[in-house]
């Protein structure tokens, strides 16, 4: 169940869900970066939760509710935590940013109005090679108002 | 004001005046988009996944390559068996040195040019064979299915023990890539006229690029026509580099790469995958995707080299400068590639020295070649000739930031020719002022004498950046549809310091429309206009001005036309608002999208090229960075509490996006500093012990302060070119490793002279102080 529609893929047993997002299904915002689970470039909603899509076969993703990025669009619209990333220049090469704007959704889902200690375990789990960590600091904190909007 | 729905720019701006042709471009005294907090153009694209990167390239009938490569540092391939490879479920074609498509094949390092697929493997990872398959898994089993077996030869890991007796000689002529010498006054009389003379060795680790995208393309043939969607700073470059290996012509290899995930000057080029992957494609006839694994980029793609550097100066007691004399020692790994690349150009340019004396070594050792790393050579430096200020400081007792001020050249001594504009000082004195220095030194200073584990200290450095000047070959074309909406065509690749952006915003403020009416096209050889790669701090000082030139070439026509539905000469002619009118009757006046020949041609196009720099003068951006931070002396941890970097870069053109920049590099720098260093196993296999980001540790959300700060220090540099612009992706990485140490040595009173200093690293010296 990806992005609120039923996908059926055959798969091999050994596919990553990262694979099978990106080269099958065609839902590239979903980035690669590592395949062993060190940069976060590939995270995804797993039932709401942030999780690495290159350390989750594709098998174990049956029946589950998987969110990517596409899946925070609203239509053409930006939703709000892709909007605070907008407004704060919160990326620079943009390839990181897939999976930090899903992390700040995982951690806003769950702690609504995180304080910055929470925002930086947050978005802990992934890298950011061009340094942009002070902007995506601060598009969590927009994007936390904007939530309560 | 009047309700106007052209798209065309109404309401409060002014445009700039339209010089006559063969006139130059003025300097704006005022800006209206330039310089503010605006957004990316392409940001929508970037956040919402619409951004298609060359690794999410998918074409019809693709399938997936993968590379073998040698798991030796150093050896010969004695056996290539791909019979069994050749026999896997989805194989689709095996590669080897011996296909006659690749046998002839060369691949080329600086000044050096050796077999495509070489039986000799000078370092682990270089390529021997390459596979592709109906998927990327069917790729990698039919790699590990060839059968390859190696000569094992002695290697070379150690760059400082490369030109000694006792080791393998990597080739022919020796393990010596080149010396580079440079002099200037006299250091043996410069000494002799210094108060205090210090010397020390210092000591920086390779750094690897490791960007988040990894290196790779796809492949399509359509006859003897090859595109390429390649991840890199330049297309053209991949172009020229691509139809010289493969003998083809340049119209014949288009290039594509709109997006890009990051290249810190390891994608300035193409690799050997590339030449790869169009084989592949080549002997399969379908599409051939080939990204390199993480593993590889560790290996192959290039690093920053490590350096060993002596540094001896002398200072006298007022804190002049006497006497500079460096040597340096860096490997350029397996085939020259720069491994001493600009090393030294700190110590010939940043402070005013008459007497420097400056020499470097490039060796070989076995492991991949260098590339170029943001600031190719100048971290390093730096690392010893900011630490080096600092002592010399301590030992005339004068504050470091003063001993600097003390030491700012007139000219640029490097080249012996003045700058546009040298802001280092402004760097210097505006930075030390915003970030409270005095005050900082004595709130650390007593904090410390309170008798607490935890110790505070601050710390400084400066730089200059060797070019960040720009400058000639750019073509650019900006079109102006009949309505008023503006496309702008570049070479240019946007490598993610918003180029795409900041060109917008040059061509709104000249044309006086709104930027969200421009749409850009960049970054493809078959429709974009040529330019050099983005690298050097370079892409805004050598595009921007070109964006004005085709603006004003745009407006010069439009002056044109609307003489002609005027009846009025065009040098007459000025733009007001959206029209375009009389000098001398304001009644004659015109709105621009109303110009008849407009209407008609439906489009106006208008071609910007590059003039030269100033002939005589040198233009380089400075900058000064401070920082503070907190050691634990029980357990070693370290916490970078604030940042602050002063920058010299001319005019800035976007706020938001310059100072992302800024804050970017002053993490980079923190990585050099604190955290990364590839580690070969020196000893016993050579091999590299850290290939993954586990191991090999970037900066996370965690080791960066919250708490940085962006100072711009604009000057105003009419001479430097039409936009006022200097480079900033470089300098803004340059002194924050050395800023960090020195602020570690007031701290601790510990000298780490030795790149990077991690915990571990700080808990070794507190032992050893413990132990006495």
């Keep these: 169940h990806i992005n609120g529609a039923d996908r059926a893929v055959l798969v091999e047993p050994r596919w990553t869900l990262l694979y099978v997002l990106r080269e099958v299904i065609g839902l590239t915002g979903t980035k690669e970066g590592c395949s062993r689970g060190e940069c976060g470039a590939c995270t995804v909603l797993f039932d709401g939760i942030p999780r690495y899509a290159c350390m989750t076969l594709a098998v174990e993703a049956q029946g589950c509710n998987i969110t990517t990025l596409e899946g925070l669009m609203q239509g053409e619209e930006l939703g709000p935590v892709q909007t605070a990333f907008l407004e704060e220049d919160a990326f620079q090469c943009g390839y990181c940013t897939p999976g930090q704007i899903m992390s700040v959704h995982g951690l806003l889902e769950k702690t609504p109005q995180p304080s910055m200690d929470d925002i930086r375990v947050g978005v802990s789990g992934n890298l950011c090679r061009c340094g942009a960590y002070n902007h995506i600091f601060r598009a969590a904190r927009n994007a936390a108002q904007r939530k309560i909007k | 004001m009047a309700e106007n729905n052209s798209i065309y720019y109404t309401e409060g701006l002014s445009i700039p005046e339209t ?119 069917q790729a990698w089993d039919a790699v590990r299915a060839i059968d390859a077996a190696y000569e094992v030869l002695p290697f070379v890991a150690d760059h400082s023990k490369s030109l000694s007796e006792d080791v393998p000689d990597i080739h022919e002529n020796g393990n010596l890539v080149e010396m580079d010498e ?132 002398g200072v006298k007691k007022d804190g002049t400068l006497t006497a500079c004399d460096f040597t340096c020692t860096g490997p350029s790994g397996a085939y020259p590639a720069g491994g001493t690349a600009l090393v030294d150009w700190q110590i010939r340019d940043l402070y005013a020295c008459d007497n420097v004396r400056c020499s470097s070594e490039d060796v070989y050792i076995n492991a991949g070649p260098a590339r170029p790393f943001r600031a190719p050579g100048h971290p390093q430096a730096s690392w010893a000739l900011e630490q080096m200020m600092d002592d010399l400081a301590h030992k005339i007792g004068m ?150 030139n085709a603006a004003i070439a745009v407006k010069r026509q439009l002056l044109e036309m609307a003489s002609e539905d005027l009846n009025i000469p065009a040098e007459d002619l000025a733009y007001e608002g959206d029209e375009i009118i009389s000098r001398k009757d304001k009644n004659k006046r015109i709105q621009v999208t109303g110009v008849s020949r407009l209407k008609k041609r439906g489009v106006v196009v208008g071609v910007g090229y590059r003039g030269p720099n100033p002939a005589d003068k040198s233009v380089n951006p400075f900058a000064a960075q401070f920082c503070e931070l907190e050691v634990n002396t029980k357990t070693g941890e370290m ?134």
């Excluded at chain 2, 153009?41 to 993968?66: K, Q």
């Excluded at chain 2, 710390?459 to 070959?473: D, E, H, I, L, R």
């Excluded at chain 2, 750019?474 to 102006?480: E, G």
């Excluded at chain 2, 100072?711 to 300098?731: Q, R």
Aim: hydrophobic share 35%; charged share 20%.
């Design chain 2, 19 to 137: 010089p006559a042709p063969g006139e130059e471009p003025g300097f704006w005294k005022q800006t209206h988009v330039v310089g503010k907090r605006i957004p990316r153009v392409d940001a929508y694209e970037r956040v919402s996944g619409a951004a298609v990167y060359p690794s999410d390239i998918t074409l019809p009938n693709m399938i997936y390559g993968a590379i073998l490569r040698c798991p030796h540092p150093h050896a010969n391939l004695t056996k290539l068996d791909v019979s069994r490879a050749k026999k896997m479920p989805g194989v689709r074609a095996v590669i080897t040195g011996q296909t006659p498509e690749a046998k002839k094949l060369k691949w080329q390092y600086n000044g050096y040019s050796g077999p495509l697929l070489d039986t000799r493997c000078r370092f682990e990872g270089e390529a021997v064979a390459a596979v592709a398959a109906d998927t990327h898994y």
């Design chain 2, 182 to 313: 440079y002099a200037r006054g006299d250091v043996a009389r410069g000494f002799d006229a210094a108060e205090v003379v210090l010397e020390n060795t210092y000591e920086t680790q390779c750094e690897l690029h490791t960007p988040m995208e990894l290196h790779g393309c796809v492949a399509s043939w359509d006859k003897d026509r090859l595109t390429l969607w390649e991840s890199t700073q330049g297309v053209y470059a991949v172009q020229s580099e691509i139809s010289d290996v493969l003998g083809m012509p340049l119209s014949k290899v288009r290039v594509i790469g709109h997006y890009m995930g990051g290249g810190f000057g390891s994608k300035l080029k193409p690799g050997k995958y590339t030449v790869l992957a169009a084989l592949l494609a080549r002997q399969t006839g379908r599409p051939v995707k080939l990204i390199l694994t993480r593993e590889e980029t560790y290996m192959c793609v290039g690093n920053r080299p490590a350096s060993t550097m002596q540094l001896k100066a």
């Design chain 2, 399 to 548: 504050d470091p930031v003063a001993l600097r001020l003390k030491n700012i050249p007139d000219i640029s001594q490097g080249r012996n020719r003045p700058y546009t504009s040298n802001g280092l000082k402004a760097c210097i004195e505006k930075g030390a002022e915003q970030f409270g220095w005095e005050k900082a030194v004595k709130q650390a200073r007593a904090h410390n004498h309170t008798g607490t584990h935890i110790k505070r200290g601050v710390g400084m450095g400066s730089c200059v950046w060797f070019v960040g000047g720009g400058g000639p070959p750019s073509t650019v074309i900006i079109k102006l549809f009949r309505d008023g909406s503006v496309n702008l065509n570049m070479g240019a690749s946007d490598i993610g310091t918003g180029t795409k952006t900041v060109m917008a915003l040059v061509a709104a403020e000249e044309l006086g429309v709104k930027p969200e009416v421009i749409q850009i096209e960049h970054a493809d050889t078959e429709t974009t206009q040529y330019a050099t790669p983005s690298g050097g701090s370079k892409t805004v000082p050598t595009e921007s001005p070109t964006v004005r």
């Design chain 2, 639 to 772: 916490q970078i509490l604030r940042f602050l970097s002063a920058n010299d870069s001319g005019r800035v053109l976007d706020r938001l996006t310059y100072d992302n920049q800024v804050f970017g590099g002053i993490v980079m720098g923190i990585g050099f500093g604190m955290t990364e260093f590839r580690q070969l196993d020196v000893r016993q296999t050579g091999r590299l012990c850290n290939r993954n980001w586990h191991d090999y540790k970037l900066p996370t959300a965690l080791d960066v302060p919250v708490d940085m700060e962006s100072l711009p220090i604009e000057i105003g540099d009419p001479e430097a070119n039409s936009t006022g612009t200097k480079g900033l992706g470089e300098p803004v990485t340059i002194p924050t490793a050395a800023a960090i140490a020195n602020a570690l040595f007031m701290a601790t009173g510990i000298r780490f002279t030795r790149a990077p200093v991690t915990p571990i690293e700080m808990r070794r010296h507190l032992t050893a102080i413990k132990e006495g």
